[in-house]
């Protein structure tokens, strides 16, 4: 008998000690809206709070889970597109029944996160808890710039600074003691309008009433630290228990429990709607969702190869039918295969991470990526998934160019940050997508000229130069600046700006004189680029992807991530050596693995069933990676065997790692499949 289940962050090792998980936003968005579908996961539980370092990145990547949350909560509805809200009066399917997501956090005051991304997030289950004792901090978004101009001074070190865009303020840190008028005026501005987006996301959330309006929020931002009871009282939380009732709530629905110890929490927590009995971790709900998805793929490759054997013999073919499989069907259901029938050669959509500073290395691995898709006749379109606060014009430059060679139309889906060189890319785009708290625009260019001089003769250097020509040692940091050299760096900066306005002007559609009056290095967040025409709509990744599929192609693409980790394959043969010929015989070896691994299975030679309650698998096979040539299938038996199962356990938590800083520090780089994390880094050049 299969139990309803409820998926969960809060998980424990086999020693019952929790630990923390790191995932990307895209995998764990992609997670929680296969639970929404799957009818066996009737309920979402999170857990926050201390010891369980949850750490959102920015507010951007914040949004994007709440709104795959949305989708589980609304998963009874028929959804035509995962981010935008949907008609509350939306007729439910006669079986339609809500699901049930909640949340428990011991405290929602972490001391450095002011704006509490870790409760909007939370906001956006049905229910959320917090621990009686706990306390919940609104304080109000704020943000921290350091001015080291006065330090740079102290130790006879000028930071030269050539830009344009009075809103440009990114070298301010070098250049000025505080604040200037523009800087404050952008900053202020942008944090703003990620607070006011935020609240008002909490306010719908939590369906609070109309007077939860400004003049509400500025009293709740001024009283500072609230308490559980506080936060009850104010609907901002739905119940103060002393400990997490999940446990409680599971027993009770298997009969574990006196009722009248689940009673307790039923006022509170609306158990009635509360129908899962086991919970499922979030690490073992991915692991099975891999399994299921890797034996699919086999079961298609054992078909290809049957397929390509009976091609080849005629005795192979009657064989196969005596065993009773027969073509074209095999061991495919006529049903999957009808399904599957003419997708063999599916249409694609290209998703292309772009992540972290953008530099020489970024420009390459994009270039090569592009290329190697254009030659794909089945991909129908590209998605640029930009997160990155800019970098050197030349390597934007080198993006850009490739993106306007390519006959496919390419979409542009703004993650945490596509500010500056971020933006200059997506101008060739056809469409831009953002979301309302995504920093972008900052269409401004800027070099700076280090002069160490000063320092150097601190400590008694002295540096000569002999040159060919007067502007020669001009990137040198122990030649002062001279007016040819300001001539020249500031001619340069004139024309990268000029152009960075031109591409902008053509791609948006917009006079030199609005683009003028939007550009200047000033910084945007989504919903303000929104309405000044730097972006075409507000949504997320999924959205994009949406409307690639509903624009672009003719049905259910799939879905292609790039850059693609290489495989053992590729590092046995070499990417850059394999042939047609290696590939097909690397293939050919693969599938004849399988095929005999499915022969086995069928047999019931091996087999045992799963304990997540997946179909009868070879015990060899699913032991066995058919990538990994170096180990035979006894040692990685043996090997699991000694390790026990608590070697695999689940692990607890969720942690979205945070690599890239944006302009402001306001967001976070998102996790690219090729990069992992990204160092910050400072190419030569004008920078964005």
């Not at 339609?96 to 005051?109: E, L, R």
């Not at 300001?486 to 340069?492: F, G, H």
């Not at 550009?519 to 997320?540: I, K, S």
């Amino acid at each position: 008998m299969k139990l309803a289940k409820a998926l969960s962050s809060n998980q424990q090792d086999g020693s019952g000690d929790e630990k923390i998980i790191e995932i990307e936003v895209k995998e764990l968005v992609e997670i929680i809206h296969t639970a929404a579908a799957d009818t066996e996961c009737v309920a979402l539980h999170g857990t926050f709070g201390q010891g369980h370092g949850f750490e959102a990145g920015g507010f951007a990547h914040v949004e994007e889970i709440r709104n795959a949350i949305r989708v589980f909560n609304e998963s009874h509805r028929v959804h035509a597109e995962p981010n935008l809200m949907h008609d509350p009066n939306l007729p439910l399917p006669k079986d339609g029944i809500p699901k049930a997501s909640y949340a428990f956090a011991d405290t929602f005051a972490h001391p450095t996160d002011t704006g509490n991304k870790e409760y909007y997030l939370a906001s956006a289950f049905k229910h959320v808890s917090l621990q009686s004792r706990g306390e919940l901090n609104l304080m109000g978004l704020g943000v921290s710039t350091p001015f080291l101009r006065s330090a740079l001074d102290k130790y006879g070190v000028k930071a030269h600074v050539f830009k344009h865009g009075k809103y440009k303020n990114a070298p301010n840190s070098l250049t000025e003691t505080g604040y200037t008028k523009e800087h404050m005026q952008n900053t202020k501005s942008m944090v703003t309008s990620i607070n006011d987006h935020s609240c008002m996301e909490i306010v719908r959330s939590r369906s609070l009433p109309a007077t939860f309006d400004e003049h509400m929020w500025k009293a709740i931002n001024k009283y500072g630290t609230l308490t559980a009871q506080n936060a009850q009282e104010l609907g901002l939380v739905d119940s103060s228990p002393p400990i997490n009732p999940l446990n409680a709530l599971l027993k009770g629905n298997k009969g574990e429990t006196e009722m009248a110890a689940v009673k307790k929490w039923s006022n509170e927590l609306d158990f009635d709607n509360f129908h899962a009995k086991e919970s499922i971790s979030l690490t073992t709900y991915a692991q099975l969702l891999s399994r299921r998805k890797k034996a699919e793929e086999r079961k298609w490759k054992v078909h290809s190869m049957m397929s390509y054997l009976s091609e080849k013999s005629t005795a192979t073919q009657h064989i196969l039918s005596a065993l009773g499989y027969k073509p074209p069907f095999y061991n495919i259901s006529q049903e999957d295969f009808s399904n599957k029938k003419g997708k063999l050669a599916r249409e694609k959509i290209a998703v292309v991470h772009i992540s972290g500073g953008i530099n020489h290395v970024t420009a390459q691995r994009f270039t090569s990526c592009l290329q190697q898709i254009k030659k794909d006749k089945n991909t129908k379109c590209v998605i640029l998934r930009v997160d990155s606060p800019g970098g050197s014009a030349v390597s934007s430059e080198a993006i850009l160019e490739e993106c306007k060679d390519t006959d496919k139309p390419i979409i542009c889906s703004m993650s945490n940050a596509a500010a500056s060189g971020g933006y200059y890319i997506a101008t060739a785009c056809d469409k831009i997508f953002a979301l309302p708290n995504s920093i972008t625009g900052s269409i401004g260019v800027y070099g700076i000229k280090f002069d160490a001089t000063g320092l150097a003769a601190q400590y008694g250097v002295n540096v000569q130069h002999i040159a060919t020509g007067p502007v020669s040692s001009t990137y040198s940091p122990f030649q002062p600046l001279t007016r040819k050299m300001q001539d020249n760096l500031s001619r340069n900066v004139d024309r990268v700006y000029d152009y960075f306005k031109e591409i902008v002007s053509s791609g948006r559609h917009l006079s030199p004189e609005e683009t003028e009056a939007i550009a200047q290095g000033r910084v945007w967040t989504g919903e303000q680029a929104l309405q000044v025409g730097l972006v075409d709509y507000l949504g997320g990744l999924d959205r994009a992807v949406l409307f690639a599929k509903k624009n672009y192609t003719s049905g259910e693409p799939d879905i292609e991530v790039w850059p693609k980790q290489p495989t053992l394959k590729d590092m046995i043969l070499g990417t850059n050596k394999m042939n047609v010929e290696d590939d097909n015989i690397w293939s050919n070896i693969m599938a004849m693995q399988d095929f005999i691994a499915h022969l086995c299975y069928e047999r019931n030679e091996f087999a045992q069933q799963d304990g997540e309650g997946d179909a009868y698998q070879c015990k060899m096979h699913r032991n066995y990676n058919p990538n990994n040539l170096l180990s035979p299938p006894s040692v990685e038996i043996i090997s699991s065997l000694l390790m026990g199962k608590a070697a695999y356990g689940p692990m607890t938590g969720i942690m979205l790692t945070a690599t890239e800083a944006d302009a402001l520090t306001l967001g976070v780089q998102e996790e690219s499949p090729q990069n992992g994390h990204i160092a910050r880094s400072l190419p030569l050049g004008y920078q964005f």
